[in-house]
């Protein structure tokens, strides 16, 4: 009796499982649909996930990384995007507020960039990447390992990606 008991609760954990992982990439894909109707310069945006091959003696533990494409308005920031609201200030070693900007460490904005729409878009992609670096177990079902995410208005383009 107790061993199917423990084979209906596994059944169940299973099916559980698999429901809140369909729920889920509806969820994904309406935020996406409801990020790029709010902001209509944004074209798209993306980044790597994997499992590392080694993490120096640490366990290997699969993560989605954070962005590293951001296209909007036709110019397409790459190599680490993020949103910057603090700068170091050397004289003082610390961190001060500065007006927000989307930043690269590849890409330089060109002038004439619309800075605070991009801010805005930045801060809506964050939320629903965020969701997906808070539960990776989501995105490597939905999207695999070690491969390259990039999600557009027509859809989400996978794929594989070299790394160490």
Known sequence: MSIEKLNNLSQMMDEAREKMQREAQEAFR????????AHPKLE???WAQYTPYFNDGEPCTFSVNDLDTFTFGGVTLEGGVHLNESVYNYTTNRYEPCEPHVDSYETETPAGFDMPAAVAAMRAVLVVHGFLESNPEIAL???????????????VDVTECAHD
Request: glycine share 16%; aromatic share 12%.
């Open 44 to 46: 798209s945006f993306g």
């Open 141 to 155: 079902g939905a999207f695999g390992d070690h491969v390259i995410v990039t999600v557009s208005r027509t859809g």
């Open 30 to 37: 309406v935020a996406c649909d409801e990020v790029f109707e």
